[in-house]
């Protein structure tokens, strides 16, 4: 039962993934591009290096020899994940899950060409011209987004010729990795966007965790809530399409699957072949199994019999407001500690830089999940990261 994991990425969510596979008694070394990251603090051993470095990741790989690997980000040179496989290694959820959905060109045009579900119209630029040309067909408004970025880094939304120029060199600065080319979409009128937590089975059927519902800026998620009320048919169609999607890329595994929904009915948007961000709302209990240990029992191949909503709840982030390679000191523990059926979490981020999330809030209970929304956002504003 005692698997070698290696991780590749070592933020807040690798670190509750670790912690669940701890639970699990596994063994876990925990690799990223820094030392001290979240996921390190509690791996048994922890490696550093350049994870878009083909050959360090072999290295990696030959010296640890693991029994499993599982990716937590997007900048990794995922095309070796096929070699990884074909020695045996369990790549997380599959090789051709990870290669594909590092990239948005490869999971948009499975899902929109390969499975058929239905997405906005888009097309790929790799320079300023194209975008223009992109833009032409798609119309304004639209939204930008490099096909290697996370957390909605580079992403904006053009409504005027003038913001082209300036979409085109935002989206090249929040690109990661040594990939510069973007998708431009055409702008969905929608009502509202889910994350539909969506976990595929070694030897089960697929479970579809409760919707999420969330709220960005900056393309980042700034609070999450589950359950997001909506049409039963709406959220069927949600279903569907993400079992087609995960069906198609194949594994084992946790995956966030994004989807605005209209009038109309579900669109796909993205997919994360792991734990997401907006799932955090997952540690508040909601659920019977948490997003991450739900990953970690998919991963070993441990059956689950099913997901269960146990009660209602929702995330705020806590932002860090300046740069910094000190030490991060918090205030307000006290007072953010005094509200019930609340709880925090602080992810241990050795260095700071303007809207990092360094900590998330969490409130739970039988209330509208708007009315804990807002208990959740009062107790992130208490906290403070200096």
């Given at each position: 039962m005692r698997k070698?994991?290696?991780l590749f990425g070592s933020g807040e969510l690798g670190k509750e993934f670790v912690i669940a596979c701890q639970r699990l008694g596994q063994y876990v070394i925990a690799v990223d591009s820094y030392e001290g990251a979240p996921a390190m603090q509690v791996a048994h051993e922890f490696e550093v290096i350049n994870m878009l470095d083909g050959a360090e990741l072999d290295r990696l790989v030959a010296k640890h020899n693991p029994d499993i690997i599982v990716p937590e980000i997007e900048a990794i040179r995922t095309e070796r994940f096929y070699d990884y496989e074909a020695q045996g290694i369990q790549v997380v959820p599959s090789a051709k899950a990870g290669n594909f959905?590092?990239?948005?060109k490869a999971i948009r045009d499975l899902a929109a060409i390969e499975v058929g579900v239905r997405t906005a119209t888009y097309r790929y630029a790799t320079s300023l011209e194209e975008l223009k040309a992109g833009v032409a067909v798609t119309g304004m408004p639209c939204v930008v987004k490099p096909l290697m970025s996370s957390s909605g880094k580079g992403q904006s939304v053009i409504k005027t010729e003038e913001d082209i120029e300036k979409a085109w060199k935002y989206a090249m600065e929040g690109s990661r990795g040594d990939l510069k080319e973007v998708i431009v979409e055409g702008f969905i009128d929608f009502d509202y966007e889910i994350t539909l937590?969506?976990?595929?089975?070694?030897?089960?059927?697929t479970l579809f965790c409760p919707p999420i519902g969330h709220r960005q800026e900056r393309g980042d998620y700034q609070e999450s809530w589950q359950p997001m009320p909506m049409s039963p048919e709406h959220l069927a169609e949600a279903q569907e399409m993400a079992g087609k999607v995960t069906a198609a890329l194949g594994g084992a595994g946790i995956w966030g699957v994004e989807f605005f929904i209209t009038k109309e009915g579900a669109y796909f948007?993205?997919?994360s072949p792991r734990p997401h961000?907006?799932?955090?709302?997952t540690l508040a209990g909601t659920q019977?199994?948490?997003?991450?240990?739900l990953?970690?029992?998919?991963?070993?191949g441990i059956p689950i019999a099913e997901v269960k909503l146990e009660r209602?709840?929702?995330?705020?982030?806590?932002?860090?407001?300046a740069e910094s390679n000190e030490e991060p000191v918090f205030s307000g523990i006290e007072e953010a500690a005094q509200y019930k059926k609340t709880d925090f979490k602080l992810f241990g981020k050795p260095t700071t830089r303007p809207y990092r999330r360094m900590a998330v809030a969490l409130a739970y209970g039988d209330e509208d999940v708007k009315v804990l929304v807002e208990k959740a956002k009062e107790v992130a504003a208490k906290i403070s990261v200096k």
């Open positions: 070698k994991i290696l959905t590092m990239n948005r937590l969506t976990v595929t089975q070694k030897n089960g059927q948007s993205e997919l961000d907006t799932g955090m709302v019977n199994f948490s997003e991450f240990e990953h970690a029992r998919a991963v070993l209602n709840g929702a995330s705020a982030v806590v932002l860090a407001t």
